[in-house]
Nanobody, 120 residues
Framework: QVQLVESGGGLVQPGGSLRLSCAASETIFSITAMAWYRQAPGKQRELVALRRSGGSTNYADSVKGRFTISGDNSKNTVYLQMNSLKPEDTAVYYC??????????????WGQGTQVTVSS
């Protein structure tokens, strides 16, 4: 079964930076999108950044100009560079890769989540 393993979360001061990484345990084919979501306590999970297979990207208004999503389809990896972090960015961050795996078919594959805490 495909697993997405995330890393890079932690505690950072306001104004600081973090880089999240996400890698698939097995090859996912025909990737159509890679994305990062986040969920803060008491709130619904929200889309932070999306990268389509053609390379186009979309960002939540709250992170535009501060976060950058990048990825390598051939390596099944996706990254989120987060700069100028704010306390309101505190959340559990989840990666997603949408694609095809021989044993599971075409699906959205999710990471287990990594905590990001922005606090002084």
């Amino acid at each position: 079964q495909v697993q997405l393993v995330e890393s890079g979360g932690g505690l950072v001061q306001p104004g600081g930076s973090l880089r999240l990484s996400c890698a698939a345990s097995e090859t996912i084919f025909s990737i159509t999108a890679m994305a990062w979501y986040r969920q803060a306590p008491g709130k619904q999970r929200e889309l932070v950044a999306l990268r389509r297979s053609g390379g186009s990207t979309n960002y939540a208004d709250s992170v535009k100009g501060r976060f950058t999503i990048s990825g390598d389809n051939s390596k099944n990896t996706v990254y989120l560079q987060m700069n100028s972090l704010k306390p309101e960015d505190t959340a559990v961050y989840y990666c997603l890769i949408a694609g095809l795996h021989p044993s599971s078919g075409f699906s959205d594959y999710w990471g287990q989540g990594t905590q990001v805490t922005v606090s002084s």
